[in-house]
């Protein structure tokens, strides 16, 4: 167990090294194709961001352990909005949120968790009665982030990025996919690890699923976001929060359920129902007090509620 310790605190240095170099990275790029920092955040970093959810789920499925691959994605979306989006807003201070991201963003990150939960619990796609994500759903699930992808591009963001250091292509690109290379090995290094440790002390599947690993695949958006947020770029960190948990939904539980049909506990409808509700309460966040912007006030608020979930689910079992 002390070996698997000091693996998961070098998984951990791997992350945070990695995320530096990757915004920098896509950064560097966005200011030489005129992207704002939000569309890399909402693709780029989002996409890299949600390789550990996309290997525990495929892992998962094969394995048939379908508690760990759901409640993962679960876990790591509710983990990335309520501590992860906390976190960075009492580092950063404050954060700025783009028009986008309240008036369109949000809304369909909501509206993909809505569908989720119809697919998995619905008998109007699958016709069998049986609670489960099908290939059917899976289908619907990609289609609906085809939607994201083509919106995302559509979209025009009027933010400005500070401190971006512009560097030749090569490099700029030759960061970017080391820095992501780098959150891939060094997440899986650390959830590996932490895994191991909860196994050996006796805590279920379904318990480590939206736990240790739901927040274990969270720490390279934390990684990313802390990163660009000490950076004063707020776009990519807020937009890789939001891109990664579209990602997560629709694109994560699309492929794994087209390879695998994934089974689905009713026991996850609460903890879905917390999903909706952790991004319907950015909202308010948002919108009183300094209007558009993420102050720490909210970011302590946020934390509180991710404490009070995982003490109920620890309570749970």
């Known amino acids: 167990m002390v070996v698997n310790l000091i693996l998961l605190l070098i998984g951990l240095y791997v992350l945070i090294k990695s995320a530096d170099i990757l915004v920098d990275g896509a950064g560097s790029l966005a200011k030489k194709w005129g992207m704002s920092g939000l569309l890399i955040g909402l693709t780029v970093i989002s996409f890299g961001t949600s390789l550990p959810e996309v290997l525990v789920n495929v892992l998962a499925s094969f ?9 993962n994605i679960v876990g790591s979306n509710i983990s990335n909005t309520l501590l992860v989006l906390g976190i960075t807003v009492l580092v950063a201070g404050v954060l700025k949120v783009d028009k986008s991201i309240i008036n369109k963003l949000i809304p369909f990150s909501i509206l993909s968790v809505i569908v989720l939960f119809v697919l998995a619990n619905g008998t109007l796609i ?46 700029s690109w030759l960061m970017t996919i080391g820095g992501l290379l780098g959150l891939y090995f060094g997440a899986k290094l650390t959830v590996d690890n932490a895994e191991i440790i909860a196994r050996i002390m006796g805590v279920s599947e379904a318990l480590i699923g939206i736990t240790v690993i739901g927040l274990g695949t969270s720490l390279p958006e934390l990684a990313a976001c ?12 807020i937009g890789n929060i939001v891109g990664s948990n579209i ?8 492929i794994s359920s087209l390879i695998k049909p994934i089974q689905y506990s009713p026991m996850l409808d609460i903890d879905i129902a917390l999903v909706i509700i952790s991004s319907l309460i950015l909202f308010p966040l948002i919108i009183f007090g300094k209007k558009n912007y993420l102050t720490k006030s909210g970011g302590i608020v946020m934390i509180i509620l991710y404490i009070a ?9």
């Open 309 to 317: 979930y995982i003490i109920y689910v620890v309570i749970r079992g």
């Open 126 to 171: 699958n016709g069998s009665g049986e609670p489960g994500l099908f290939r059917s759903g899976g289908v619907i699930l990609l289609c609906f982030f085809s939607i994201f992808i083509y919106f995302t591009f559509t979209e025009k963001s009027k933010e400005e990025e500070e401190s971006v250091r512009e560097r030749n292509l090569f490099a």
């Open 63 to 71: 394995r048939g352990s379908y508690d760990i691959g759901m409640g």
């Open 247 to 254: 990602f997560n939904i629709l694109w994560v539980l699309g």
């Open 226 to 237: 802390l990163a660009a947020a000490l950076k004063k770029q707020a776009g990519m960190a």
